[in-house]
């Protein structure tokens, strides 16, 4: 069992509609990151979670240390938020600053 | 700021000859990763640095790989001799102790033939 798992691998969803991405982790974590990346393009930080849930714009990110799960939520989704989405934690018992990356969700929003 | 910057963006190369990756973290931050990114593995860290330190290089594949910071401002991944193996996009990313963010350059994607 990985010690990050995302859910749904892929999702395909219509112009408008409300997205969620899970994350589950399975070790104690000191933050949660997610993480954006377009197709052959570079990687954005979206947020950086350690308890509670932080908005920008159309994204919300959300976390429960206690159930050791977040969830990434997009409201109104547009054909441009068609990207991979990877969940990445950094482990209280691991090395420093290492992360421990998910799988990664591959999400096609369609016009 | 302009970003952390990564040079070159493709490298084409053929087996047995070294390559070189730069990369240039944001002004400021104190701690610098590298990452190799494949279809198979997904994203990996080989290293990284902490005030120009190397902290954990458990994740660099073998002696072929080896990683400097001789300042604040520049990084190098090289391999020496690259194999076709070593293919996949690399990625530099810095990290301000202070708020956690990381931020990551656009990646150099290398082609070992």
């Known amino acids: 069992k990985n010690e990050v798992e995302q859910s749904p691998q892929n999702l395909t969803a219509q112009e408008g509609e409300f997205i969620t991405i899970n994350c589950s982790y399975s070790?104690?974590?000191?933050?949660l990151h997610w993480l954006q990346q377009h197709p052959g393009g570079g990687i954005v930080s979206l947020f950086m979670?350690?308890?509670g849930k932080k908005k920008h714009g159309r994204l919300i990110a959300t976390i429960n240390i206690q159930e050791k799960h977040s969830s990434l939520h997009i409201t109104a989704s547009h054909p441009r938020d068609s990207a991979v989405y990877i969940c990445?934690?950094?482990?209280?018992?691991?090395?420093?600053?290492?992360?421990?990356f998910g799988e990664g969700t591959q999400l096609t929003v369609n016009p | 700021d302009a970003g952390v910057i990564q040079s070159p963006r493709h490298e084409v190369t053929e087996m047995g000859q070294e390559v070189t990756l730069r990369c240039k973290p944001i002004?400021?931050?104190?701690?610098l990763f590298w990452y190799r990114q494949t279809m198979m593995r997904g994203l990996e860290l080989l290293i990284y640095?902490?005030?120009?330190?190397?902290?954990?290089d458990s994740g660099m594949p073998e002696d072929r790989f080896s990683a400097k910071m001789p300042n604040a401002s520049f990084s190098t991944l090289k391999i020496q001799p690259s194999e076709p193996r070593d293919s996949a996009v690399y990625f530099c990313?810095?990290?301000?102790?202070?708020?956690?963010?990381?931020?990551f350059g656009e990646g150099s994607r290398l082609t070992v033939l």
């Open positions: 990313a810095s990290r301000y102790r202070g708020t956690g963010e990381l931020f």
């Open positions: 070790v104690g974590i000191s933050a």
């Open positions: 979670l350690s308890s």
């Open positions: 990445a934690v950094r482990g209280v018992q691991t090395s420093g600053s290492r992360l421990t």
């Open positions: 002004s400021g931050h104190d701690y």
């Open positions: 640095f902490n005030n120009n330190v190397p902290i954990d």
